[in-house]
C-alpha cells in the first residue's frame, strides 16, 4: 500500500454552480436542425445551462468554491492549494486557478490548472490525495469549471447538442472532517485522443485575423467515444471496488459522469446495479465535461439521495482519452 493510501483524505466541503441562463432542447430546435425528440431519446438531455456573455470559467468556479467553502465551515484564507480542472479555461495564460484565486481574495496559495477533459474532478481527488499526503496540513481547493458552450460549433448538430456549462468544488483536508476518500484509481489511453478535440491550442498556428476553423470547436466521434466510455468506466469501477475488497453490492450509490443516458445505463448493467442507485441530473445539465461529477455530488445531496453513512463511486470517462473511478464515503 502506498504512503498516499494511508493518509485519511477527505473531502470536507462541496459546492457546485450553474449559470441562470437554460438553453432546452426547443431553444436548439429553433437554430439547430434537430427535435427535442432526438436528443431525449439519444441522450436523455432536455436542458443545459449557458453562462452569460462576461461571465467565465473562473467566475463559475469561484462560485461554486464559495459554496464549498461555507460547506466545509472554512474561509478562503485557510486554503493552501488551488487546484482546476477544466478543457475550456478563460487563457491559456494566467491558469484558470490563479484567477480564482484572485476572485476569492485568496494569495499565496500554490494554483494551477490540469486538463483531464471529463475526468478532471476524480484526477483532481487523486492530485488532492497526493497533496495532503506529502503535507498533511494543506486545505486543498479543487474546481472543476467547464465555459463548453464557448467551444461549440453550433452548425455541427452531432456536438452542440451534448453540451452546457457549470462548475463543481470540493475542499479536501486530512483533518478528519467529511467525507473519507477510500480511492481512486485514473487511466488513460492517448492514441485515442483524436475522437474528441478542442482545438484553439498552438498546433494550429493562427495569424492575426485568420478565421478559426472547424478544429477550433469540439469535434467527435461520437459512436466510438461511447464503446471506450462504457468499457472503461465499467472496468475501472470493477478495479477500484476489487482492491479494496468490496463489490457493487457495497456501493449505495454510482455517480457516473453525466454525458449521455444510455452510457451511464450501459455502464449499469455491466457493474450490475440496479437504475435506483444510478445518479441521473444530465436531463437538467447536460454534459458539463469536468464540472459533471461534483455538480452530480452536489445535486444528490440537496435532493437527500445521497446522505451522510452512504458509499458513493465515482466513474468518469472524457476526452484524452481519460478515464477513472473513486470511493467516497459520507
Ligand atoms: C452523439 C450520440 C448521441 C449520437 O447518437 P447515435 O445513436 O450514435 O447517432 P448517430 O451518430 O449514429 O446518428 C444517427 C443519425 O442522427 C443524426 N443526428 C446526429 N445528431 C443529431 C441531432 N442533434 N439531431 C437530429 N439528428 C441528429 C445523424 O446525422 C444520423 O443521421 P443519418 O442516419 O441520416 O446519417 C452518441 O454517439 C453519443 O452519445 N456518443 C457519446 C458522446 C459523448 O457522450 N461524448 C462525451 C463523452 S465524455
Known sequence: MTASRDIACRVRGFGAYTPVDVLTNFDL???VETTDEWITTRTGIRQR??????QNASDAAA???RLALADAGMEPGEITHVINATCTPDY???NTACLVEAKLGIVGAMAFDFNAACSGYVYGLSMARAIVAAQPEARVLLTATEALTRRLNWADRTTCVLFGDGAGASVITADGQGALLEDVLCASDGNLGGLLT???GTHT???KGDPVGDDFFVQMNGR????HAVRNMAAISQDVLARNGLTIDDVALLIPHQANLRIIEAVGDRLGIPADRVFVNLHEVGN??????PLAIADARAKGVLRPGMRALLATFGGGFTWGAALLHF
Open 63 to 65: 462560485e461554486a468554491a
Open 49 to 54: 445551462h449557458r453562462l452569460a456573455e462576461g
Open 198 to 200: 478542442i482545438g484553439g
Open 224 to 227: 466510438d467515444v461511447f464503446k
Open 288 to 293: 458539463t465535461s469536468a464540472a459533471s461529477v
Open 92 to 94: 491559456l495564460c494566467p
Open 205 to 207: 498556428p493562427y495569424a
Open 29 to 31: 430546435e429553433k437554430f
